[in-house]
């Protein structure tokens, strides 16, 4: 029973071991993965920045063209506001290649420049997009790994606890075997003290009924 009792404490301790290198495992993979979430957090915090700063930009650069439009129209050059009135917002504007022979290289920059402002906010709204995905990814990644660690946590509780179960036991175990031997001397030598009192007929007698010889052995 006590070789049982230290083989299966034996078992129990390398689940245990088993367990903790999952969840060193488990935890190096969440450390990642927040590591990863909070650096595409930051990134998504500076595309924001850089597309707000990039729309400003943009809506400023429209509004200096829309006025050069109107200035030139005033000079008499209908052609700027033929742009103008086909233009109803920006994307319409920078597709009117058939306009752009009328426009002077001045505003053919200002055009330029514009058509840039939105290609660069087109880009940056495509990488917030990427890296909201990412981050949702991310979350449920973290979501995963976290409950994994709390089952492997669970799974080792119980281990621990079956451990010190079974730690238990054998104490006792021990415990009785020791109070049976400290019995069995008592008895031995409650017996061995009677025996001395007696001659040795009597101890003669007395052995034999015990089914021992002097020598303390059985027949």
């Not at 979430?37 to 400003?56: G, H, N």
């Not at 050069?68 to 209908?78: A, C, E, F, L, N």
């Not at 022979?101 to 058509?115: C, F, V």
């Not at 075997?177 to 008895?187: K, V, W």
Request: proline residues 0%; without cysteine.
């Amino acid at each position: 029973a006590l070789d049982s009792m230290h083989t299966d404490k034996a078992n129990t301790e390398v689940e245990i071991e088993s367990l903790d290198n999952q969840l060193s495992s488990v935890q190096t993979e969440i450390d990642t993965t927040n590591s990863e979430l909070e650096k595409t957090e930051a990134e998504l915090e500076q595309t924001k920045k850089d597309l707000e700063a990039a729309q400003e930009k943009e809506k400023k650069q429209y509004e200096t063209l829309k006025l050069r439009i109107k200035v030139m129209y005033k000079k008499g050059d209908t052609g700027y506001l033929e742009i103008l009135l086909a233009a109803e917002d920006i994307t319409s504007l920078l597709n009117s290649t058939e306009y752009i022979s009328k426009i002077s290289d001045y505003d053919s920059n200002l055009l330029q420049s514009l058509r840039d402002t939105r290609t660069q906010i087109e880009a940056l709204e495509k990488q917030q997009e990427e890296e909201v995905a990412r981050i949702t990814q991310l979350k449920e990644e973290l979501e995963t790994q976290e409950t994994e660690l709390q089952g492997i946590l669970d799974e080792k509780a119980a281990y621990i606890q079956s451990l010190n179960t079974t730690i238990e036991y054998t104490e006792e175990y021990i415990q009785e075997l020791e109070e049976n031997i400290s019995m069995e001397q008592q008895a031995l030598a409650e017996i061995e003290a009677e025996i001395s009192e007696l001659d040795d007929d009597e101890k003669k007698m007395f052995l034999e009924d015990l089914g021992l010889t002097e020598s303390g052995l059985e027949k």
